[in-house]
């Protein structure tokens, strides 16, 4: 059975950190890409960042808006991906989603909320 699960989520003061971790089980996590995704409330899903199976840095790709302020990693001996979020803004605040991919095959995890307010 295919298992994501997010954890790290919370409320955050602006300027604050975060790390969200997202647990694999039920396949080779190796094999797969890894991505984290948000939504925030009335807004469509957009992918935040991307690392490829290595993590070789020529892997790893971000949002625009998130660039020099969050950091993906995975572990794959631990089966886990990691997004490392600092400097958080208000315009931050979504919902994020774990996704592992290879070709036509896609897990999704079950989201986990993150609020930056004051």
């Known amino acids: 059975q295919v298992q994501l699960v997010e954890s790290g989520g919370g409320l955050v003061q602006p300027g604050g950190s975060l790390r969200l971790s997202c647990a694999a089980s039920g396949f080779t996590f190796n094999q797969y890409v890894m991505r984290w995704y948000r939504q925030a409330p009335g807004k469509e899903r957009e992918l935040v960042a991307s690392i490829g199976l290595s993590a070789h840095v020529a892997s790893i790709n971000y949002l625009d808006s998130v660039k020099g302020r969050f950091t993906i990693s995975r572990d794959n001996t631990n089966n886990t991906v990691y997004l490392q979020m600092d400097s958080l803004k208000p315009e931050d605040t979504a919902k994020y989603y774990c996704?592992?991919?290879?070709?036509?095959?896609?897990?999704w995890g079950q989201g986990i909320q993150v609020t930056v307010s004051s």
């Open positions: 996704r592992a991919f290879k070709g036509l095959e896609s897990y």
